[in-house]
Structures are given as structure tokens and as C-alpha cells.
């Protein structure tokens, strides 16, 4: 019979019980005992769901109190030696401190850590590949050792086992793991790491044999890169290693084609490969060609990235090609980890019932690999009802009136090639920006958001569910957005913001009052650390019916004479962060949502909005993984942000903001953006991220962030200085802002105005350092 089994699940709970466990345990109000507790309850609890669609195994070792690449770290030993940790403090404080700067937001570590330098930044964060996932970034040295340093994945294996569940256990596999991670050494390759990383590795994997794991699922994602040659000859001696004391391996890879390393994949001396048939479906002829008789192949035939239902005949034909050729044994998975998608539809009691048939969260999935299991394995009469249900619902959605709207399509029929051009070229913007906002030389201003209090939480939710009527809900946001305009001015800012109390999220905002769009109750994924997220169903074509901002950031700005920025998510970001339809090509639906973005920002300025920022976190990490697609997507992503930011006057400033990716590599489309104003993130690489941006000889202005926002300490102004003076080595001081990393949502009211102080304070040091130069 068919094995069936996934490759992770979502960790946070159907009820987000881990983030709020987290977030206690931050505030000292739970301790490391109990965090631990709730932690076990929840593997426990998915190991089950598992069992109950019928897998074959349970996933162990996907399971994170922050992120899988932060528990390899600390299992492989090679934790950062600036965090000065004296080796006797708590495993969890340890790991905390490196998350986030700190061991726990009281600024002290509640479970009894009294050693280590809890006042060093945070481990470095960006993109898991192409997803919204954040990874804490490894740092390697020439210094750097390994040694097999916590049991948390050996105790999860056993927890597992007593609970009489079959386990096949999930590493980060060495090559992936060494290649995520960074050098901070000058002239060190990290690749100069990999002959002591192995024999670790055999550790772990001798550890499992012995605990009677038959199975470990080695994740190398980097093999749907484009890697060195260094890189790619490796994989072989390193797996020959690997395999040579180890439980059988089941090499699994995801998110991209295989391409020029699918004959290394297939050779490789493993007991068997998963491959993504979702991203990669053409692959497969190949695969089978090269793949051993004698080795399993596990086909990722479930999407693992998004929550449409899998279309049953399409995916069984799909294996039927497969079985046709590859004669050994086959296994049937989702396509990468759940952890990319909700935990059940289950708690979905408001989606109406005709979108919700066309849909399937992380348990949904696992019961889709049952039913295709028992249909490819000759038993289609034991699931009739739910081969009919998702027949019927396929049918449905490519039936359904509300995917497709005529006006919209005639608009894009309609547009020319000069709707993505500003009038002027920025030099002569720059001219007429300065005359007409005055600002000194480094100029300050936040990225957009302020603390979302308990008290705005709890207004949003009463208004949500009719406790609270409109004009009521509009005058206590006005009141919030009142309190950060005068917060803002008594700091000494000058560019203010109104603070987006009445937002809930950056996307989920805007997909509410955008046509074509949807939305879950509990539709909650991880972006980071006890950071969720529920990310909007794309179902259909996209226009904005009415003003979205337009209200609330002109009445920000009656209550000040400074310039108040209209704030906007940015249409990449829009359709990344959302849940795409797969019925149409994403650059389609990201121009639709350009369209709806520019109706805003016209409309801004018209309301008196000189600034207006439209926000694309999310350019990076919508790159294809193989560069033989980048060509073509940055053409589509850098037209749709001009697009949004091109029917405004040249007086009229246009900002955008990144965070936590790689920019270098794409430097001149980020250039071919011709934002006004550029803000990144680049404190948690001390600045090193904006060199680029220096050896590229950026064109317009930039703000590259003086202190994270993720983190609770409060940076000194010194140490604010100390990153802007760098900065001014490499960018022209006349193009430079000053501000935060990102938005400061999730922090409270005390740490941002301490911080913030600190940076206008810093500021005017530099402004009279620049004076005197």
C-alpha cells in the first residue's frame, strides 16, 4: 500500500495556544516549565491529527518555540560567541536570548538566567526562501565549532514513541544548513565548515538509530538553487557519510524545480527523495528516469504553500504517470512543510459555504493524501463522498461568477506604457520635494505604525462584533490617532505618521475593503517567533470600490502643520502575503491590485497628503529560487509598484519600505522603482546591509533602519550614532533619513518613546557633526 506522511505541520496550535504561551512567558508571567508544558501538549496533539488522517509516521523535529533553524543551531552547538553565554544558563533562555536580544521582555530572564550578555542584538532575521517565514540567520567564523549540544529533538522522538506513533524525524540538512547561515569574518567561506559539521550530523543520526527512528526526512531546499560547483560536488561525499551509520534518509527538497540538479538528487546514495510536484510537476518524467528502482519516491502532490483544495483527477493522473514509470516504492505528501498554510477549517463557521468548499487547510490536507491514497491504491469506494465533495468543488470554483469581473479586465485592456512613469526624473523631484517640505538634512520619521495597546485591540473587536457602533469606533480611533500625532511632535519628528490604529494587519487591512478577496476566522500562520499572521484569500479579480486611508490620515493631518505620510501595502506585498488564486498568473492579479493601490494614492493627494508611503517588504522574496525566472517577475513586480506610485505630481514625495531580505543581488530593479524614499532594515546586520546600496551608487534617498523594532531593548543614542556614521560612509549624508527598522505595532508605548527619543536625539548630533564638517 501507499505510504502517505508530511513533511511539518503548523506548530502554533489550532488556537494560536503557543503564541500566547510565548508571549506570557516574555512577561514573566509563565515559566519555563510550564512553556514546556504547552509545547509537549501541542506536539502531542498534532502528532494525533496526523495519526487520525491515517499517515504512516509522525513528523518529529519540526516543532519550534521560535524556529527550526534556531533548534539546529543549538542541537549542532554553535551558538554565536558574542552572546558571552557562560554555558550553565537554560537551554530555552539561551535560545530566547539569541531570538530576540533578550532572555524575556521584562529585560531579565524569569527562569533564572542570571549569565550571558542580554543586551546584544538579536541573530540576524530574513526570508525562509520564497515564503513569509522568518529564519534567525546562523553566524560562522573561522572560529566557529560544532558539537552535539541539546537532546530537545532526541525527547521529542521519545515523547513520540510512548505514545505508540511511528516516527520518522526531520533534520535541516548540513549543506542547507551552512548555507543559510553567514560569515562574520572577513575573507572566511563557511563552506570551510562542512568536514567538522558531518560528523555531528552522524551523532544525531546514530542518536535516532539507536532510539529505533527508521526513518529521518534531511530537508535540503538549497537543491532548487542555482549553487556553486563547491556546493553541488558535496552532496555526494557528504551523504555517503551521512548514510553510512544512519537510519534510512529520505532526502527532501521543495519550492523549486530541481533543474540542473535533479540527476544529482536522484543519485544520491539515500533510501529515497521527495520531490515538489506542485512547483516542479514537468520534473517528474526525468525523476523517474533517474530515480533507482530501489528507492522510494515521495511526491509532493498536495500544494503545502496554499489552502486551495487539491484537484483529485488532476493529481491522480498525475501519479498514474508516475507509477507508470518509476516501479519502486511510492509515498504521497504534501509538498513542503503545513506550516505555510492554517491549522483546520474547522473553526471557519463565517466563510460562506460555496468559498469555503474550495478550500483546504493544514488538517484538510492530510485527509486529501488519505483519499488519493485509497483511490491510487484501488479502494475509491471506501471515500466516495469525499471524492464527490471535491469534485464538486473544483467544478464550482472554475464555474463561479465571482472569480472574474469584466470592468476590471477592460481596464488593464486599456492601459498604456507610460502609466508606470513619474513625469519628471527623481533629481527634479528631489528639487521641488525639498522646496516644498523644508526638511533639515537627516530628516526623521517612523515606518508607519505605533503600539497596537490592548485598548485598540479591544475597541476593534467590539466594533467587529457589533458592540460598538460605527461613529463610536471612528471617534476612539481618532482619539488613538490623536495620541500618536502628539506623541510624534513632543518627540520631535519631522515627517509624523498617523500610527494605523485602525489596522489590524498590512495586508489583511487592505484585502477587506478590496473586491476579490476573502477572509478567514482562524486562519492564522507563523511569520516569525510568536508572530502570526492571516494572510487574505485572493479568489477573484481585484478592484477597490472606495477610499480605503483616505479619511484617517486626512484627519491626522488636520490635526498638525508638520507633513503627515499616507501609509499603504504595496501590491507585490499584497498578493505575497496573501493566498493567491492559482487560476491565473501572479503577475496578473498583481497588476489588478496596482491599479487599486494608485486609485488611493491619487486620492491621498488630492486630500492635501504631500507624503505618501507604499510598502514592499515582501519585492525580495517573490523572487523565483532559479534565477532563470527573475528577469521576468522583477519586469512584472517593479511595473506594478510604478503603477500604484505614478499618478501623483512630482511635488509629491513617494516612500517605500523592505525589510529582512537580501537586496544586493537586485539593486538596480530596486533602483528602477524610482521610489523618492527608500527605508530598510539593516540594524541586525550592523548597517552591512546597506553597503550595497553604497557600491551600487543608489540614486535616490534611503533610511536605513538604526534600531530593531523586534527586539524590546532600547537602544542608547550612542549606538544609533555609531550605525548612521556608517551609514554615511557609503550614502551620501544629503540622501539620508533616520528611523526604526520597521513598524512598531508590536512593541509597548514607554520602550518606543524611549527609543524614539533616543533617535532624534541622534539625529541632532549628526546634524551638528554635518554642520561643523
Given amino acids: 500500500m501507499t505510504a502517505i506522511h508530511t513533511l511539518g505541520f503548523p506548530r502554533m496550535g489550532a488556537h494560536r495556544e503557543l503564541k500566547f504561551a510565548l508571549e506570557q512567558h516574555w512577561r514573566g508571567e509563565l515559566d519555563r516549565s510550564a512553556l514546556e508544558a504547552v509545547g509537549a501538549d501541542l506536539r502531542a496533539q498534532h502528532w494525533q491529527a496526523q495519526r487520525d488522517a491515517g499517515l504512516d509516521f509522525v513528523t518529529v523535529g519540526d516543532f519550534a518555540f521560535y524556529d527550526q533553524v534556531a533548534n539546529h543551531i543549538q542541537l549542532l552547538g554553535c551558538e554565536p560567541p558574542r552572546f558571552d553565554f557562560a554555558g550553565d544558563e537554560p537551554e530555552l533562555s539561551r535560545y530566547f536570548t539569541m531570538a530576540r536580544g533578550v532572555a524575556a521582555e521584562a529585560g531579565h530572564d524569569h527562569a533564572g538566567c542570571t549569565h550571558g550578555d542580554h543586551g546584544s542584538f538579536a541573530l540576524e532575521m530574513t526570508k525562509w526562501f520564497d515564503t513569509n517565514y522568518h529564519y534567525l540567520v546562523p553566524e560562522f567564523t573561522s572560529a566557529t565549532r560544532f558539537g552535539l549540544a541539546s537532546v530537545r529533538l532526541f525527547d521529542e522522538v521519545a515523547q513520540a514513541q510512548q505514545a505508540g506513533h511511528r516516527v520518522k524525524a526531520v533534520l535541516l540538512g548540513p549543506l542547507s544548513f551552512l548555507w543559510l547561515g553567514k560569515e562574520k569574518e572577513g575573507g572566511f567561506d563557511r563552506f570551510s565548515l562542512l568536514d567538522q559539521l558531518v560528523p555531528v550530523y552522524e551523532q544525531v543520526l546514530r542518536r535516532l538509530k539507536q532510539q529505533g527512528v527508521e526513518w529521518v526526512q534531511m530537508d535540503e531546499p538549497i537543491l532548487g538553487l542555482d549553487l556553486p560547483d563547491a556546493w553541488r560536488h558535496a552532496f555526494e561525499r557528504t551523504y555517503w557519510q551521512l548514510a553510512r551509520s544512519a537510519p534510512k534518509l529520505l532526502l527532501a527538497t521543495y519550492f523549486s524545480p530541481l533543474a540542473d540538479n535533479l540527476r544529482l538528487a536522484c543519485q544520491l546514495p539515500v533510501a529515497g527523495l521527495h520531490v515538489d510536484a506542485v512547483r516542479a510537476p514537468e520534473e517528474l518524467t526525468g525523476i523517474c528516469d533517474w530515480l533507482s528502482a530501489h528507492k522510494v519516491l515521495s511526491v509532493g502532490i498536495v500544494d503545502g504553500r496554499n489552502i486551495w483544495r487539491t484537484d483529485p483527477d488532476a493529481a491522480l493522473a498525475r501519479l498514474a504517470t508516475v507509477a507508470a514509470k518509476h516501479k519502486g516504492e511510492l509515498w504521497l505528501a504534501p509538498s513542503c512543510s503545513l506550516l505555510h498554510v492554517p491549522f483546520s477549517l474547522a473553526a471557519e463557521a463565517r466563510l460562506d459555504a460555496e468559498l469555503k468548499s474550495w478550500l483546504a487547510f493544514a488538517v484538510e490536507k492530510l485527509h486529501e493524501l488519505r483519499v488519493l491514497r485509497a483511490v491510487f491504491d484501488g479502494d475509491e469506494a471506501s471515500v466516495q463522498g469525499e471524492l464527490a465533495a471535491a469534485r464538486a468543488a473544483i467544478a464550482s470554483r472554475r464555474a463561479s461568477p465571482r472569480v472574474h469581473r469584466a470592468d476590471v479586465a477592460l481596464r488593464l485592456a486599456r492601459r498604456v506604457e507610460s502609466d508606470d512613469r513619474r513625469n519628471a526624473p527623481f533629481v527634479e523631484r528631489q528639487a521641488l520635494q525639498r522646496l516644498r517640505f ?23 473587536a467590539a466594533f467587529k462584533r457589533g458592540e460598538l457602533d460605527a461613529d463610536g469606533y471612528r471617534d476612539r480611533m481618532r482619539a488613538e490617532i490623536e495620541l500618536a500625532v502628539r506623541k510624534q511632535e513632543a518627540l520631535g519628528l519631522d515627517v509624523l505618521v498617523h500610527g494605523e490604529a485602525e489596522r489590524n494587519d498590512m495586508v489583511e487591512y487592505f484585502g477587506e475593503q478590496l473586491d476579490g478577496f476573502a477572509f478567514s476566522a482562524n486562519g492564522w500562520v507563523q511569520s516569525y517567533g510568536s508572530r502570526c499572521v492571516k494572510p487574505p484569500i485572493l479568489y477573484g479579480d481585484v478592484a477597490r470600490p472606495a477610499p480605503m486611508t ?27 502575503w496573501s493566498f493567491v488564486r492559482d487560476d491565473q498568473p501572479r503577475s496578473l492579479s498583481t497588476e489588478q491590485i496596482a491599479w487599486a493601490i494608485r486609485d488611493e494614492v491619487v486620492d491621498l493627494e488630492a486630500a492635501g497628503i504631500g507624503i505618501i508611503q507604499i510598502d514592499e517588504p515582501a519585492i525580495r522574496e517573490g523572487l523565483p529560487l532559479r534565477r532563470a525566472g527573475w528577469k521576468a517577475y522583477l519586469a512584472s513586480a517593479t511595473r506594478a509598484f510604478r503603477i500604484s506610485a505614478s499618478g501623483v505630481a512630482d511635488r509629491t514625495q513617494i516612500h517605500t519600505h523592505m525589510c529582512y531580505s537580501e537586496f544586493n543581488d537586485i539593486l538596480p530593479e530596486i533602483a528602477a522603482m524610482d521610489a523618492d524614499v527608500i527605508t530598510i532594515e539593516t540594524s541586525r546586520s550592523d548597517m552591512e546591509l546597506l553597503r550595497g546600496f553604497g557600491d551600487f551608487r543608489y540614486p535616490n534617498e534611503i533610511g536605513p533602519g538604526v534600531y530593531d523594532i523586534h527586539s524590546p531593548r532600547v537602544p542608547d543614542t550612542d549606538a544609533m550614532v555609531r550605525l548612521m556614521r556608517k551609514a554615511a560612509t557609503v550614502v551620501p549624508p544629503a540622501n539620508l533619513w533616520v528611523n526604526p527598522d520597521c513598524g512598531l505595532k508590536t512593541r509597548g508605548w514607554p520602550e518606543t518613546e524611549a527609543a524614539l527619543a533616543n533617535m532624534v536625539a541622534a539625529a541632532k548630533v549628526l546634524r551638528r557633526e554635518l554642520a561643523a564638517a
Fill in 438 to 460: 523644508a526638511l533639515p538634512p537627516l530628516p526623521t520619521t517612523t515606518i508607519g505604525s505605533f503600539p497596537q495597546t490592548a485598548a485598540i485591540r479591544g475597541a476593534r
Fill in 550 to 576: 483616505v479619511a484617517w490620515t486626512a484627519y491626522a493631518q488636520s490635526l498638525t502643520p508638520l507633513p503627515m505620510k499616507g501609509m499603504l501595502t504595496g501590491p507585490v506585498t499584497i498578493l505575497q
